[in-house]
């Protein structure tokens, strides 16, 4: 037997025979002839570059020297892989002899996130090696081997590992048969794989990289290399001066619970020694099982603490702690100790552990948050429970007795909330800080989401149809029982919830239509109400800001880059509508996407847009509505019908569009049925961009529709162009709708152009009034681009008469015509005559009011058969525009309005003709009875009873285009205020009666003349001068005669009786 067999035998059974035994010539497992190591613990500033070679293939990885490890990073966002095609790992080399060899690395860093990896290479080259590494595949760490050859790798093994701490990995080579084997505490070795493989070896040691789509930052911590080569000799021969192992003593130490143990000086290895006298140096620490926290350094030093990890002694208890430690010399023989380290305990603080909570939707809990804390000493103290932050969405209270935290939610919130606090136990020592977190429940009340934002402006711009839409969805996991809405604090109105085949697409989908003369001047308020299948309740409220009287100007343009609040710029009707770089789109597909554009006072204009068919979803041929199709609706006024929302579409002006069904451009006739269609063969595509051009004016022919498409980038001369004329009995005027019909569209940007001027409107300018000896008129129109012409003869004017500037100043009695031009053509012809005022006669009437018309005296109006007996008194006759009458037919007080100008009695527009008298400022009981009946959208009759012109009440009746109704309002300096408007059934004739008390006032009606009705109550101060009666119209503005059978004040004393008078002719304006 050789001598070295004989010593391998001797020695196999013994503790270190399974470690690396280092001398001249050592035995190891892998039966390699070892003749050098080279141990680096990497305690120096700076990387030894005598030994080591810092390898950086892309140049951006770096190296730092701890002073008790070497550190390797890698950024990230780029691959450091080492595989084929990518040999861009980051790596320290040293030279080797192509001779048997084994590196050992130990990383106290360990990959966490997918494709960090760290581990050993032994190459020839760079094309040439072997790698031996642990990497994380995204879900746990794995050991990883390949062998490259000319740049080509080829995976060897791999496998999972649990491993939560550092790792030791160690590659063996002898010949070409290689070994990879790892440990987790430095002692135990586990063989991962064995493989053969040819290399001239140069160079072995530690390696970092990354890599994946994100490729992680990643830093790896070498804690120290070994690296053990053969012999070159064929033969060993016996040491003549062995290598002996060292030997560590266990040590054992005393410290407080709370206080740092720090052993200086030599530390660990003060009573450790090395039979050889070589130095020694501390290489593994293993803190299996260790409790507190240790710092140990390789000269032998270390601290330790408890860090809070005893605090359960109690003052006078103590616990052992302990660890274990290696240390080897300076030839590579190693040897192991144990250090126990006894604990004392001590007074503590208290100890306080994280809370969880959770409660109900706007429901308040209680928090034990002293359940799980703890004390050594038990002696926490209630009372002394200190909240720190926190919480954010709450209120709170402390129980001092049981330390219980009532914690209330903030109405409407849901999520998570967090609070902070510590405690103190009777001895006065304060816990650490502990955090509570509180889950709230979302409400399960139902959800009521309002589209286009809770504040929304109408009538800015001006009026594109009758109606105003609120639009949104409501929903809940138990269904929606009911939905309605209010506005102002008027009665509730049933709201219908989608899905319905027509405006109400999705399912919850709501459209709120309200008609806009229902609103008043400035703020309004809808008040949402839904109830769920468990009878929750929801509340929501929107505010409508509102502007009346106003006319969309023209010509008028949208840039979609300009626009970040939609309502600003049109007006959406049906849809839910998205902002986007290339304009508005119809994000919900569905039946008749629209947004409504201009004013229903429009006559003749054009207008131009980019369209853009996204995506023709389905093509439901036997659905409402038929196919789908895009393009614009001209001359519009609003839905009419009495569904809830409106569906009825027709009449219209003519739908400019393409179509489906057919594939081709159509103007359809005030159906909606097609009227031309385009035979050209032009198909839309979807994804391209065209544009549409859609025009009306109105002839002596008839109603002239042109339509023309092209491509974007072309010209109009290659563009597909219908046309139709259609009846001069149809619409003459409108609105324009973008329309999208079951199908996503965008709509980019939208010019509008006059294609002919409004009729002017001629009225007093400024302040200046009726009763004026000097009176200054002023005269505008659409577009307010437009040229206006007038005279002040009543002639006709033309392209020469006198051109309008500014306003114009009357001395006498005059009738002013204008007409307004466009590109040479003029619109039709508005007159208005303008009669100064004379002095009253004497004795006559009580005079002007400020804001009215000129005063005189109007016949008594009495009654007849069973009314109350006749009355006669002063009468003025107040008509603001002076384009009304007032006359007497077949015992019958008539006031009449023309037809195409509003006469309402509204803010800023106090425009309605009235017969007034004069009264004491004292209680009334004032009632009318009118024979006429109001059958046409805005025709209205009513009482009025009067400080002034702006400060007033009126009780009247007027349609709404589907049904009568009864409204009341007062006035404050100019300023209206609906108090109720309801509808009313109504066949006949109707009595009207307005009562006052101090400044209580009752309003209340009768159909019949004997039973009556109370509508509504309030309470208004007003200084009353005059009482009366009043008609008008709005809106559309049909012509109207109010027949007033008699008018009678219940209160006054009955002046004589006189003859009727013959009725004098009203003071215009």
Known sequence: MSWLAHWFSRHRNSRRDRRIEVADVCVLEPRILLSSTLVDNFTTADLDTNVWTFVDPLGDSSIRMTGSAAEISVVAGQSHDLWTGRLWSPRILRNVENTDIEVEARFTSLPSTKYQLQGLVAQQDSGNLVRFDIYHDGSTARLFAATFQNGSAHKVASTPLAVNGPITLKLSRTGDLWTASYSTDGQSWQNFTTFNHALNLTTVGPFVGNHGDNSPAFTGIIDYVITRVQSPQNEPTPPENSNNSPDAVDDVYEVGEDAILTVNSSGLLSNDTDPDGDSLSVINVNYAGTKGTVTVHENGTFSYHSSGALNYLAAGQSAIDTFTYTVIDSRGKTDTARVSIKVIGAEDAPVAVDDQASTGFDEAVAINILANDHDPEGNISPATVSIQSGPVHSTFNVNNTSGVVHYTPHSGFSGTDSFTYVVADANGLISNSATVFITVAPDTAPNITVWYDPVQEFGYQGRPQEWINVLGNVSDPDGIRSLTYSLNNGPERALSIGHDPRRLVGVGDYNVDIDADDLVDGENIITLRAVDGSGEITVRTVRLDYLDNTIWPLPYSVDWDQVTNIQS?????????????????????????????????????????????????????????????????????????????????????????????????????????????????????????????????????????????????????????????????????????????????????????????????????????????????????????????????????????????????????????????????????????????????????????????????????????????????????????????????????????????????????????????????????????????????????????????????????????????????????????????????????????????????????????????????????????EIGVFAGNHGPSPAFTADIDYFINHLAQTPPVEEPQPPVDPVDN
Do not use: C, M
Not at 596 to 617: C, F, L, M
Not at 696 to 716: D, I, L, P, S
Not at 814 to 839: C, K, M, Q, W
Not at 906 to 928: G, Y
């Open 569 to 1025: 710029a049109v007006q959406v009707i049906d849809g839910y509508w998205e902002l986007t770089p290339e304009g508005i789109r119809s994000t919900q597909p569905g039946y008749d996407r629209l947004i409504g554009i201009g004013d229903i006072t429009w006559r003749d204009y054009e207008i131009t847009a980019e369209v853009t068919v996204n995506d023709v979803p389905h093509l439901p041929f036997s659905d409402v509505g038929f196919t789908p199709g895009i393009g614009f609706l001209l001359r519009w006024l609003g839905h009419n019908g009495n569904a809830q929302p409106r569906v009825g579409y027709s009449p219209l002006g003519s739908l400019a569009w393409y179509q489906y069904d057919t594939n081709q451009l159509q103007l359809t006739d005030a159906a909606g049925w097609a009227a031309v269609r385009d035979t050209s063969g032009f198909r839309l595509q979807e994804g391209v961009t065209y544009i549409f051009k859609a025009s009306v004016q109105t002839t002596a022919a008839g109603h002239v529709y042109r339509f023309t498409v092209w491509e974007k980038g072309e010209t109009e001369l290659n563009g597909h162009t219908i046309s139709t004329t259609r009846p001069l009995s149809e619409f003459a005027n409108g609105s324009i709708l973008l329309v999208s019909h079951k199908l996503d569209a965008t709509f980019g940007n939208i010019t509008v152009t006059p294609l002919s001027a409004e009729p002017p409107t001629i009225r007093l300018h400024g302040s200046s009034t009726p009763n004026d000896e000097t009176q200054v008129v002023e005269i505008f129109t659409n577009p307010a681009t437009a040229t206006i012409r007038y005279t002040l003869d009543g002639s006709d004017p033309t392209e020469n008469s006198q051109l309008y500037i500014g306003p114009i100043t009357l001395t006498s009695d005059t009738t002013v015509t204008a007409r307004a031009y466009v590109a040479g053509n003029g619109s039709s012809i508005t007159t208005a005559a303008f009669d100064l005022p004379e002095p009253p006669p004497s004795g006559g009437g009580t005079g002007g009011d400020g804001g009215d018309g000129g005063g005189s005296s109007a016949p008594p109006v009495d009654g007849g058969g069973n009314e109350p007996a006749p009355q006669t008194t002063e009468w003025r006759f107040v008509d603001p525009l002076g384009d009304s009458q007032a006359t007497i037919s077949d015992d019958q007080f008539q006031i009449s309005v023309p037809a195409g100008q509003s006469h309402d009695l509204w803010t800023n527009r106090l425009w309605s003709p009235r017969a007034l008298q004069s009264v004491e400022n004292v209680d009334i009981d004032i009632e009318v009875k009118f024979d006429s009946q109001v059958r046409q959208q805005y025709q209205l009759q009513g009482l009025v009873a009067q400080q002034d012109a702006n400060n007033l009440v009126r009780f009247d009746v007027y349609h709404d285009g589907n049904t009568t109704k009864l409204f009341v309002a007062k006035f404050t300096n100019g300023a209206a205020t609906a108090i109720t408007n309801v509808p009313i059934t109504l066949s006949g004739s109707i009595q009207l009666r307005l009562t006052r008390s101090g400044n209580h006032w009752i309003a209340s009606y009768s159909t019949d003349g004997q039973n009556w009705n109370t509508l509504v109550e309030f309470n208004h101060q007003l200084q009353l001068t």
